[in-house]
T-cell receptor, first 115, second 113 residues
Framework: EPEVTQTPSHQVTQMGQEVILRCVPISNHLYFYWYRQILGQKVEFLVSFYNNEISEKSEIFDDQFSVERPDGSNFTLKIRSTKLEDSAMYFC?????????????FGDGTRLSIL | AQKITQTQPGMFVQEKEAVTLDCTYDTSDQSYGLFWYKQPSSGEMIFLIYQGSYDEQNATEGRYSLNFQKARKSANLVISASQLGDSAMYFCAMGAGRRALTFGSGTRLQVQP
């Protein structure tokens, strides 16, 4: 069964450094998402992406964050000048469409630790 | 705005018994979808089951069923014949139209032998 793939599984970065989290969505999916989950807390939406542009973003997704689909398969989340509070599990998800009955399939996540 | 409430931070169930995980929601949307995801201790998010707001039948997927009561705005997950491997965090989530998923705070289920 096709799945969303995220790399790396764990990233350790010094505060102030830039980090890029990578995702390969399911091949026939058109909508891509990033969520984050701070340890012990609920999953929070960051951004959605369709047709090579951001279609929705939350208030968390400020100028520190950016997303890109550099080629036909990868979908990346870049965090500039990381802060301690950016430590979290970051999930990439994809869906065939944004219809109400289309489940978003999640990757296994990247655990980001900021030191 | 959408809101998902899961009032049970933790639940215990004996192996082979059924368990109900509660989820209530609030939305002004007429059309929406409700989802349940499982998060094992390894951290991944696994899609379990979906219920559309206009679906007349309650959704079922193997041992999972969704007890959807639209008037009460509840979408409880029922797991029948619990197995040790069901021990995990369970998240209820809602999606409506063009908006991304809104998640509840989760319920940690522990299945005891």
């Amino acid at each position: 069964e096709p799945e969303v793939t995220q790399t790396p599984s764990h990233q350790v970065t010094q505060m102030g450094q830039e980090v890029i989290l990578r995702c390969v969505p399911i091949s026939n999916h058109l909508y891509f998402y990033w969520y984050r989950q701070i340890l012990g807390q609920k999953v929070e939406f960051l951004v959605s992406f369709y047709n090579n542009e951001i279609s929705e973003k939350s208030e968390i997704f400020d100028d520190q964050f950016s997303v890109e689909r550099p080629d036909g398969s990868n979908f990346t989340l870049k965090i500039r000048s990381t802060k301690l509070e950016d430590s979290a599990m970051y999930f990439c998800a994809s869906s065939v469409s944004r219809g109400r009955d289309q489940p978003q399939h999640f990757g296994d996540g990247t655990r980001l630790s900021i030191l | 705005a959408q809101k998902i409430t899961q009032t049970q931070p933790g639940m215990f169930v004996q192996e082979k018994e059924a368990v109900t995980l509660d989820c209530t929601y609030d939305t002004s949307d007429q059309s929406y979808g409700l989802f349940w995801y499982k998060q094992p201790s390894s951290g991944e998010m696994i899609f379990l089951i979906y219920q559309g707001s206009y679906d007349e039948q309650n959704a079922t997927e193997g041992r999972y069923s969704l007890n959807f009561q639209k008037a009460r705005k509840s979408a409880n997950l029922v797991i029948s014949a619990s197995q040790l491997g069901d021990s995990a965090m369970y998240f209820c989530a809602m999606g409506a139209g063009r908006r991304a998923l809104t998640f509840g705070s989760g319920t940690r289920l522990q299945v005891q032998p």
